[in-house]
């Protein structure tokens, strides 16, 4: 009686059978998406420390109705005013 051996076919291909981080697709798909999350993260934190200080709006109208403010206020709201009219024909 004759024994008949089976071997399993070898598969030549490079990269078959190594694990997943040594193929470099997997880092293009992976470090996009990765490094947009990290600078959001960074931008958070620039954010949470460095927070503008929110305006007095009741000081600004006492510091426009003193008379040497009186000018631009007048000028300012002229602007407005006029910007807000249709154009005469």
């Given at each position: 009686m ?7 076919p070898?598969?030549?291909r ?12 997997v ?30 709006t ?8 003193k008379p ?11 602007a ?10």
């Open positions: 004759s024994t008949i051996t089976q071997t399993k070898t598969d030549n490079p990269g078959v059978g190594a694990p997943w981080w040594k193929f470099p697709i880092w293009l798909v992976v470090g996009g998406p990765l490094i947009v999350v990290v600078a959001s993260l960074n931008m958070v934190a620039i954010a949470v420390r460095h927070v503008d200080p929110v305006l007095d009741t000081q600004m109208a006492k510091e426009a109705s040497g403010h009186a000018p631009a206020v007048q000028g300012r709201n002229r407005a005013d006029t910007a807000m009219q249709p154009a005469e024909h």
